[in-house]
Nanobody, 128 residues
Framework: QLQLVESGGGLVQPGGSLRLSCAASGFTLDYYAISWFRQAPGKEREGVSC????????NYADSVDGRFTISRDNAKNTVYLQMTSLKPEDTADYYCAARKRHSSYYCSLSATQEYDYWGQGTQVTVSS
């Protein structure tokens, strides 16, 4: 079965850290740009971070820039989102998405763009 599977979510106190993983099953991520999105209750899905297929290009939403780091390990067929200095407003369901585009510069934070695969999401709650 071709799918993306997120993991690593949970409950964390403000100021804490979490690392989310996005693992591909049934296909290789080598030629895919990967994007992370989040959606809080009652809010639209927003792009958080993305990474090109080669890993040379990374983009971040202003709200997470400097606190989140995206990386990929193609040997493990996995993309990571390291989240630090977490705030209550980071609370949301986090999703990864893959778009087949082999490029050193391309990735997208647009939630309205067409993606080849979406994960099922992992919940992140930041609360004391």
């Amino acid at each position: 079965q071709l799918q993306l599977v997120e993991s690593g979510g949970g409950l964390v106190q403000p100021g804490g850290s979490l690392r989310l993983s996005c693992a591909a099953s049934g296909f290789t991520l080598d030629y895919y740009a990967i994007s992370w999105f989040r959606q809080a209750p009652g809010k639209e899905r927003e792009g958080v971070s993305c990474i090109s297929s080669t890993g040379d290009s990374r983009n971040y939403a202003d709200s997470v820039d400097g606190r989140f780091t995206i990386s990929r390990d193609n040997a493990k067929n996995t993309v990571y989102l390291q989240m630090t200095s977490l705030k209550p407003e980071d609370t949301a369901d986090y999703y990864c998405a893959a778009r087949k585009r082999h490029s050193s510069y391309y990735c997208s934070l647009s939630a309205t763009q067409e993606y080849d695969y979406w994960g099922q999401g992992t919940q992140v709650t930041v609360s004391s």
